[in-house]
T-cell receptor, first 115, second 112 residues
Framework: NAGVTQTPKFQVLKTGQSMTLQCAQD?????MSWYRQDPGMGLRLIHY???????DQGEVPNGYNVSRSTTEDFPLRLLSAAPSQTSVYFC??????????????FGSGTQLSVL | KQEVTQIPAALSVPEGENLVLNCSFT??????LQWFRQDPGKGLTSLLL?????REQTSGRLNASLDKSSGRSTLYIAASQPGDSATYLC???????????FGKGTRLHILP
């Protein structure tokens, strides 16, 4: 059971470049989310999805786009990378929405540097 | 807006001691609360999930409690070991809200 898989593990971008961070889960989880983790700031929610075709903004959505065309995949797109987006990005998934007492599972993270 | 606070930010204790990590949340409408462990350079590993109807949850040397009325959760670690050194984070969703908000964590160092 692979769980939550993130690719790539490391990425270096130049300012203004675009890229997509991939996240896939094989647990048939309804809920998926993206966080960024920065020193002193903790984990901050970027976007989340409660099912295919349904996405919503978290605490820090600016500069990021998401879509959810399948249950398994939840890619995070940086349209024009900025140095402020240098961070470690984590994808997480859970079986159900807020009313379910299910654990949140995390991927191993993507370390992104924007020069 | 839900805010989650973890105090202290860092803690060093000698091996073998029992210790308590604290997690406070501003909105008592929190639905459930989950404790995680993060090792340096790694992802988050789930430790315990306390459901809204529970007050405590135990796994081995770990015990987590939830008091919604006071807006607090504690993680108790018994007989600490050097392998317990890590950052511990708490998180939870509010009622009818799918946003899961995290505290900044407590960085724990167990001294051999």
């Amino acid at each position: 059971n692979a769980g939550v898989t993130q690719t790539p593990k490391f990425q270096v971008l130049k300012t203004g470049q675009s890229m997509t961070l991939q996240c896939a889960q094989d647990m048939n989880h309804e809920y998926m989310s993206w966080y960024r983790q920065d020193p002193g700031m903790g984990l901050r929610l970027i976007h989340y999805s409660v099912g295919a075709g349904i996405t919503d903004q978290g605490e820090v959505p600016n500069g990021y786009n998401v879509s959810r065309s399948t249950t398994e995949d939840f890619p995070l797109r940086l349209l024009s990378a900025a140095p402020s987006q240098t961070s470690v990005y984590f994808c997480a998934s859970r079986k159900g929405r807020w009313g379910t007492n299910e654990k949140l599972f995390f991927g191993s993270g993507t370390q992104l540097s924007v020069l | 807006k839900q805010e989650v606070t973890q105090i202290p930010a860092a803690l060093s204790v000698p091996e073998g001691e029992n210790l308590v990590l604290n997690c406070s949340f501003t909105d008592s409408a929190i639905y459930n609360l989950q404790w995680f462990r993060q090792d340096p350079g790694k992802g988050l590993t789930s430790l315990l999930l306390i459901q809204s109807s529970q007050r405590e949850q135990t796994s081995g040397r770990l015990n987590a409690s939830l008091d919604k009325s006071s807006g607090r959760s504690t993680l108790y670690i018994a007989a600490s070991q050097p392998g317990d050194s890590a950052t511990y984070l708490c998180a939870g969703p509010r009622n009818r809200d799918d946003k899961i908000i995290f505290g900044k964590g407590t960085r724990l160092h167990i001294l051999p």
